[in-house]
């Protein structure tokens, strides 16, 4: 019996040892032996998780984004999990929700539920007002769409504002043009990141109005820092993933 533990003692030891060993050659063997303790049958990890930007942490992670604007994510780097059409709450409203929605292109229903009655929240369809940005003159009043991706092998998602390129490591999704309510209309939502090139609705061109999408621009003269911001240039905005 006393022999049993002191094997035990000097197993532990001898793994806590090489668990906090950082020489990087003798890393792989060490995890190995540490696994087969741990209850994964010693498999040998694909790769030593050293990388600059890769850790052992987010080798297998995930994340989830929405690419405003587009039907697509980016190749190489994101799957669709679904595409849509953006929605939200009504411009002119004081009540609903203040995030977008990307709606899928098939909805599914309950049928044993049926809206009756004014006590309900109302989700309409997005318009993008550009008739005075002249990029996009030409889909003024039109709906945008969405998809909604998966980035494998990232942990986290970010949209920066006025910028256009991601910080060192951090991989570009695509870049944008950031929108939000117009400033007078009491319905405000969040700002969104549209992508540059948008795709809309064919023969989405009528006005219904709804969750509206206007071109946000920087505001000097108040608490802004101007420079380096400028009066009421269009803002760009980035989307990254790590």
């Given at each position: 019996?006393?022999?049993?533990?002191?094997?035990?003692?000097?197993?532990?030891?001898?793994?806590?040892?090489?668990?906090?060993?950082?020489?990087?050659?003798?890393?792989?063997?060490k995890n190995y032996i540490w696994n087969i303790f741990g209850g994964d049958g010693g498999n040998l990890p694909p790769n030593d998780c050293k990388g600059e930007f890769m850790t052992c942490e987010t080798r297998n992670a995930s994340v989830v984004y929405t690419h405003w604007g587009r039907t697509d994510c980016t190749p190489d780097t994101s799957d669709v999990i679904y595409t849509g059409y953006i929605g939200g709450g009504q411009y002119s409203h004081s009540g609903g929700g203040t995030n977008a929605l990307c709606l899928p292109e098939t909805p599914e229903y309950n049928n044993g539920l049926i809206a009756s009655g004014n006590q309900r929240s109302l989700v309409y369809g997005a318009e993008i007002q550009s008739d005075d940005y002249l990029p996009w003159k030409d889909i003024y009043q039109n709906d945008p769409l969405c998809a909604v991706c998966l980035a494998q092998g990232r942990s986290t998602s970010l949209m920066i504002p006025a910028k256009r390129t991601c910080p060192q490591g951090w991989t570009k999704e695509y870049e944008g043009l950031l929108m939000g309510n117009r400033h007078d209309h009491p319905g405000g939502h969040e700002y969104l990141c549209v992508d540059l090139n948008p795709e809309v609705r064919p023969g989405s061109a009528p006005n219904h109005n709804g969750f509206l999408l206007f071109p946000a621009v920087g505001v000097c003269g108040s608490s802004l820092a101007c420079p380096p911001y400028v009066h009421r240039n269009e803002l760009p905005c980035v989307v990254c993933t790590w």
């Open positions: 019996m006393k022999f049993f533990k002191y094997t035990v003692v000097f197993c532990l030891v001898f793994l806590n040892q090489a668990k906090g060993d950082d020489d990087d050659a003798a890393d792989n063997v």
